[in-house]
């Protein structure tokens, strides 16, 4: 099929069914399920490009229960799976959001499929594909993931594809189902090879740099989104902000979109859908939101200023969860063939033999093979001093086995970049840190004593799946433990970072914004994603966490809007 090009915003849009803000995972699930139902749709993106911050993502989608799940081998059921999520959760978490997840990810996943035209698969029942809190009952490894696998832009036009975001995750290069399921990420690098993207050159399957006809990842979600939204006649329009509300005696009754310096109505007869992500790029709302915490990295796209949530709170909407984010991990660097990156999450690097992490004292104080998300929390807590800068420390043995660091910009001289430091000793590489020598040395020799011994007394590190999988198999007695021992020695400055904040508008379980006055729906307005409380706080279930409860609010959001009799 091929699609009328992409036509600017004009004053002949003046109103729809549904007007949905925001074209990420949860804006784009909603206006599909929507239109799939019957009614007209009309999606209004902030910026230039489609696909927001899922565009640039890894694409995975937390569905637990999917139908691909069994394909795995994964036998689950809807009482471990929310045996897990109560357990993972803070304490105020929304019981009936968490049942209304529980319940209706794999809906979700089957509609798209059977109605919209979509396809995903499960991750592997092996490798490092365990839930993220592997140690909890009610836990999987693997088939709760789902990913949209390789996915063509043919259909598309190429005038829609240049409006779709890209990133570096975009280029269908390798599949990442085989790096997940075999651990290639503890796997040697090629002899003579440099670090950086060792693993790639293992699995490498197609093109590189900008695709032009194969995408994966979170590129390739959005591509299927998309494809589904054009074809059931949904109008999509970039380069549009939406500030206000249009509220009409209690009732949200469209909005006010600024184009090419000109504000206007448009109005939605069912509903307004705010997916307007996180606020992230809002200096004000993140002081306000989440003080004392670091936030030097993210992958959010620049366009995520709380729009949203502003807007909603001015119609009088409560809100909930805020104050997390979805952390990581991070180190920052300068890479002269790609100005606009700037760092890089720390995963791997973190769980396997050879490695440590001190804090601003020289101290251990975390398992640095924890998941990305709980790690973080350990490194500033309210009332306790901070532990930034942390410290990555490994040594020779970790680099020359492992590769580590493999996706930072090495300099192709083989010399030390300037955003790692080194040294033939720990005494002389504390001095390159402004860490106290003797400290250093002393907390390196008691965590060498132990790794030796495969244990990890003060922090379990190597006692979960999670830490075991992401660790080196064939590395004994611990897969995830080994004594920093051999000059020379590296250190890597790790700071907080995260893909987006998360926690917003408060929700009710259909994904309606609740007020604050009556704790009631406000009428016409609803809300999914980081705009809004959907994702639980203190919890990051699993791979694809982020765009699970995004896309089922959005699937229970596009049900309710939708008018056809034959969306039941």
């Known amino acids: 099929m091929a699609f009328e090009p992409p036509v600017p915003f004009s004053d002949e849009v003046t109103d729809a069914d549904v007007v949905v803000v925001g074209s990420g995972g949860a804006g784009l699930t909603a206006a599909l399920v929507a239109a799939v139902g019957g009614a007209s749709v009309v999606v209004l993106e902030k910026a230039d490009q489609l696909g927001g911050t899922t565009a640039l993502s890894g694409g995975g989608v937390w569905a637990p229960l999917n139908p691909h799940e069994a394909e795995q081998g994964v036998p689950d059921s809807v009482e471990d799976v929310v045996a897990y999520l109560r357990a993972i959760s803070d304490d105020d978490a929304d019981d009936r959001l968490l049942l209304a997840y529980a319940h209706n990810a794999r809906a979700m996943v089957e509609y798209l499929e059977t109605r919209a035209g979509l396809s995903f698969r499960a991750y592997p029942g092996r490798g490092t594909t365990w839930d993220y809190r592997s140690e909890v009952a009610g836990a999987r490894q693997g088939g709760r993931g789902i990913d949209s696998g390789p996915v063509s832009l043919e259909p598309l036009g190429q005038a829609w594809v240049d409006l779709i975001r890209m990133g570096p995750q975009s280029a269908w290069v390798f599949d990442k189902f085989v790096y997940y399921a075999d651990s290639l990420h503890a796997r040697t690098p090629a002899a003579g090879g440099r670090p950086k993207m060792a693993a790639q050159d293992i699995v490498v399957r197609g093109p590189s740099g900008r695709p032009t006809e194969v995408v994966a990842n979170g590129t390739a979600l959005v591509t299927q989104l998309l494809r589904g939204c054009l074809e059931r006649g949904v109008r999509v329009f970039t380069g549009v902000r939406v500030r206000d509300l249009v509220v009409t005696d209690g009732r949200v009754t469209g909005v006010r979109a600024e184009y090419g310096g000109e504000s206007r109505p448009v109005s939605a007869r069912r509903g307004v859908v705010l997916a307007t992500g996180g606020f992230t790029h809002n200096p004000e709302l993140v002081a306000a939101h989440l003080p004392g915490r670091t936030i030097d990295y ?27 984010a979805w952390w990581i991990p991070a180190f920052l660097f300068t890479d002269p063939n790609n100005p606009a990156s700037t760092g890089s999450m720390i995963r791997e690097d973190r769980c396997l033999p050879h490695t440590m992490m001190v804090n601003r004292q020289g101290v251990r104080f975390v398992n640095e093979a924890m998941n990305y998300y709980d790690i973080v929390k350990s490194f500033e807590r309210p009332g306790e001093e901070s532990n930034l800068p942390a410290w990555l420390i490994f040594d020779s043995q970790a680099l020359a086995r492992y590769g580590v660091l493999r996706n930072a910009p090495w300099p192709a001289d083989g010399s030390t970049p300037d955003w790692l430091r080194a040294a033939e000793t720990l005494s002389a590489l504390a001095g390159e840190c402004g860490l106290d020598p003797e400290v250093l040395e002393r907390t390196v020799a008691e965590f060498n004593e132990h790794a030796d011994a495969g244990v990890d007394p003060l922090f379990h590190r190597g006692e979960s799946p999670w830490d075991l999988t992401w660790g080196d198999a064939d590395h004994l007695p611990n897969p995830s433990l080994g004594p920093v021992e051999k000059g020379p020695f590296y250190a890597l400055e790790v700071t907080g970072g995260a893909f987006s904040t998360k926690g917003g508008l408060r929700l009710d379980d259909h994904g309606r914004v609740l007020g604050e006055a009556t704790g009631a ?33 959005g699937y229970l959001i596009g049900r309710e809007l939708g008018t056809d009799d034959d969306n039941d």
Do not use: H, K, Q, W
Not at 301 to 313: F, H, I
Not at 521 to 538: D, E, K, Q, R, T
């Open 521 to 553: 729906p406000i009428p016409g307005l609803y809300a999914a994603g980081n705009v809004s409380n959907c994702a639980l706080p203190g919890a990051y279930p699993g791979v694809g966490a982020t765009l699970g409860p995004a896309m089922t609010f």
């Open 298 to 324: 993210t992958c959010d796209v620049t366009s995520n200023e709380g729009d949203g949530l502003t807007m909603g709170v001015a119609a009088g909407a409560a809100t909930a969860g805020i104050g997390d």
